[in-house]
C-alpha cells in the first residue's frame, strides 16, 4: 500500500512531537507500505515570517512572501528527514522544486497544475520514507508560490491523487469527523465516514476539519481521505464517495458564529439591482453566503445576505457608496447559522420540517433559510446557537 | 558596467544593516550600473540551525543538514528583495535551483561546476537588481548541496566569472587588507592592492579577509576582486593579478596563534618513515603544515611538524598507534606562526634574512623556519607574536 499522510504546524511544533510523527510514520513503514508525508511549517513559524516580512516592508511583494514563507516548510521537513534517520529509517526530504510540484503563476495563492512523480517514485523504490513540503509550489517562471489557506491539506490530496495511493491521512487535533461540535454538543458521535459532498458542505460551514478546497480535488480524483488524530491511534473518518446504501439521512449538525447579515431595506423594484449589489461586493473580493430576497411595498424590494463578520462593515459600505436609493441599511452581527448536513437528504422529503420543529419546539426564531441538495441552514440569534444546535442533533437522534 | 557585490551574515544581521546594505546596492544601481547582490545567512542564523539540527540528531545526515541550511540564505535574500522593493527598487532573489548553481555531489563541502547565467541575464536586462543565495548549489540528484567554508564569498567570485563582471565586492567589517593585523600591529597600512598570490598566502596564514578558495578561483578566472568594509565608502583593496612593475617587496606580514609544533624524535632513519607518518594524518584529515625533518644520531632521525591547534592531540594520538620504533613525542601548542608575504620576494635575494635579522635584533628565537616563492614563515614562542610582528614590520617599513 501507498499511504500518504499530511501533518500540520501543530504535530511538528517542537522536537518531541516531530518524534512522535516520525515514529507514526515509521509505524506504517515497517508493516511494508510506502509513505509519503506532507508537512507544514512548525507552530506559527509561518507568523513569525510574515512579522519579519512586515518589519521590513509593511506591503511585501507576493513573490518575495512567497520565497520566504517557503523556507518554513523546508525547515520541517529536513528536521523530520534527521529525526527518521535518527530512529534508523532511511527517509529524504523534498522541496518544490525538487518534486516538482507545477504551479499557476499567480503568488500567495497558486493552483496545483502538475505534479512529477518521477523522483518520488524513485525514492519509494528505494525504501525511504519520503518527506515533502506541504503548502508550496513552483510556477513556470521557476519562481515558488504557495497555495493560500489549506495549501498543505491540497498538497497531500494533490500527491495521493498523482501517486494512486491508497489513502491519504490528514492528521488533525480531533479524532475525525463528528456529528457535531463536541465542545458544543455533548452527545456528538464521531462518524466512521461521510462522502465528499457533506464534507464540503461541512467545510465551508466552518465546521471545517478539512478545507473544502482539498476535499473537492479528493472528490475529483476519488482519493479516499481519512480525517485522523495525531494524538492518538483511532481509526478516525473516512471521507469517500457517497454510497447508495446510505442509511443516515443526516449526518451532522454544524453552528458558525462567525456571519453577519447585512439587509437592504427599499431598494427599487427594477431588473439589474442585484446584479449591481453583488457584483459591487464581488469586486471588493466580499463573500456572500445567504441571500434573501424579499417584495416590498410600492414597487420597492428588499434584499438580506450573510457575509462573514470581518467583511460586515466594508459590505456596508461599499453599499452606501454604490447606491443612492433606497431606504436604510442595518448590519446585524449578532446571528449565527446552524446547518444539518447529509446526503440521504436528496431522497427524503421533510427534513428540513423536522429541523424547523425541533427549533420550533425551542421557540427559536428562524431569520433567514437557505438549503443545497445536501444542506438545509437557519439563521438564527447567536445566543441560541448551542441550544439549537443540540436540539437539532437530538431530533435526528444523531448521538444513537 | 556589471557589479557583483556580496555581504556577510554580519551585514544583514537586522533590519537596519538589511536597509544599509539596500542602499548600498541602490547607489550602485542608480549610477547605471548591473547590481548583482550575493548574500549569506542572517547573523549567526546558521549556528542556529546547527543547534536546532543536533537537538534532534547530534550526527545529522549530511544532506538533511545542507537541505536546512540552505534556508538561511533564502531568508536574507527575500528580505533583501522586500526592502529594495521598500525603497522603490525593483528587485528578484534567486535561490540556487532557479539560477541554476551546479555543483558536485558532496553534501557540506561541494564544488560549483557550472552556473547558469540566463536567468540572471534576463532579470538584469529588465534593470533589476538581482539577489542570490551564497553558500548553496544544486547536485545531480537535484538535491541541494552547501559550498564549505567560505561558500558565499566563492558563489560570488563564480559569478562575477560566468557573468563576466567588471568586479567582484566583497564586503567585510574591515577596510581592507592591511601590511599586518591593525590590532596588533599599530602602523599598520592598508593596501591599494595585492596580488592574487600574496592574497593567497595571506588567507593560508590566517590573516583572511578572503577565503583562499574564492581567491583560488579569482585567480583562475582573471577576476578583479575588491576587498571593501560594509560600514563606510572606502575604496578598498584590489585584488588582482601582479604586475610586473611591482614596487612592494614585501606586502604584509601575518600572525597566527592557532598552531601546535609536534616532534617526534628517535625514528628510524630508513626509507618510508615521513610517508607512512604523513599518509597517516592525512588520513585522518589532519592537515600539515610546516615540516622540518632532522638527521639524528646513531641512524636515528626527528620530524617536527606543526598542525592547528584542535589537531594536535590526535596527531599524537595516530603518531602513537601507528608507530612503536622512537624515542619520543613532544606537542607544543605555545608557538604561532609569523610570516611575511609579498610577490616582490621572488627576484629579490635577501628577503629572508632581513626577516631573521629583526627577531634577532628582538632577541626571539626561531624553532622552524618554511618558505615558497612568495612568503617566509617562521615558528617562535607564542608568547613573542606580537613583538615579532611589530618588528618585521618595522624592518620592512610597511607602516610608511
Redesign the interface.
Known amino acids: 500500500m501507498l499511504i500518504v499522510k499530511k501533518f500540520g504546524g501543530t504535530s511538528v511544533a517542537n ?1 518531541e512531537r ?2 512522535n510523527v516520525a515514529k507514526r510514520c515509521i509505524e506504517e513503514y515497517q508493516k511494508g507500505n510506502d509513505v509519503v508525508v506532507v508537512l507544514s511549517a512548525m507552530g506559527k513559524y509561518t507568523d513569525e515570517l510574515i512579522t ?2 512586515k ?3 509593511e506591503n ?2 507576493k ?3 512567497d ?2 514563507f ?2 518554513g516548510e ?2 520541517s ?3 523530520m ?3 527518521m ?2 530512529l534508523g529509517v532511511p527517509a ?2 523534498l ?1 518544490a ?2 518534486v516538482a510540484m507545477h504551479t499557476t503563476s499567480v503568488y500567495g495563492n497558486a493552483r496545483l497544475k502538475r505534479i512529477d512523480t518521477e ?1 518520488i517514485k524513485n525514492e519509494l523504490e528505494q525504501r525511504k520514507i519520503v518527506i515533502v513540503t506541504g503548502f508550496q509550489g513552483v510556477n513556470k517562471y ?2 515558488y508560490t504557495t497555495l493560500g489557506r489549506g495549501g498543505s491539506d491540497t498538497t497531500a490530496v494533490a500527491l495521493a491523487a498523482a501517486l494512486h495511493a491508497d489513502a491519504c491521512e490528514i492528521y488533525t487535533d480531533v479524532d475525525g469527523v463528528y456529528t457535531a461540535d463536541p465542545r458544543k454538543v455533548k452527545n456528538a458521535r464521531k462518524l466512521d465516514q461521510v462522502t465528499y459532498d457533506e464534507m464540503l458542505e461541512l467545510a465551508t460551514l466552518g465546521a471545517g476539519v478539512l478545507h473544502n478546497r482539498s476535499v473537492e480535488l479528493a472528490k475529483k480524483y476519488g482519493v479516499t481521505l481519512v480525517v485522523r488524530s495525531s494524538l492518538n491511534n483511532e481509526e478516525g473518518t473516512k471521507v469517500r464517495r457517497g454510497s447508495k446504501m446510505e442509511k443516515m439521512l443526516v449526518s451532522g449538525v454544524a453552528g458558525d458564529a462567525d456571519t453577519a447579515r447585512i439587509a437592504i431595506m427599499g431598494l427599487k423594484d427594477e431588473p439589474g439591482v442585484a446584479f449591481k449589489l453583488f457584483n459591487a461586493l464581488a469586486k471588493h473580493d466580499i463573500n456572500v453566503d445567504m441571500i434573501l430576497q424579499s417584495i416590498g411595498r410600492k414597487g420597492k424590494k428588499d434584499i438580506s445576505f450573510t457575509v462573514s463578520e470581518e467583511n460586515a462593515d466594508e459590505a456596508a459600505k461599499v453599499i452606501e457608496e454604490q447606491f443612492d436609493d433606497y431606504e436604510g441599511v442595518d448590519v446585524n452581527k449578532n446571528v449565527a447559522k446552524v446547518s444539518i448536513v447529509g446526503a440521504g437528504m436528496q431522497t427524503n422529503a421533510g427534513v428540513a420540517a423536522k429541523m424547523f420543529e425541533a427549533l420550533y419546539d425551542e421557540n427559536i426564531n428562524i431569520r433567514m433559510i437557505s438549503t443545497s441538495e445536501i444542506r438545509v441552514t437557519v439563521l438564527i440569534d447567536q445566543e441560541n446557537t448551542e441550544r439549537a444546535m443540540n436540539a437539532v442533533h437530538d431530533k435526528f437522534s444523531l448521538g444513537d
Do not use: C, H, W, Y
Open positions: 522536537k516531530i518524534f519579519m516580512a518589519d521590513i516592508n511585501p511583494p513573490r518575495e512572501m520565497m520566504l517557503t523556507i523546508q525547515m521537513v529536513a528536521l528527514g534527521m529525526a534517520n535518527k529524504v526530504s522541496n522544486f525538487q523522483r521557476d519562481d
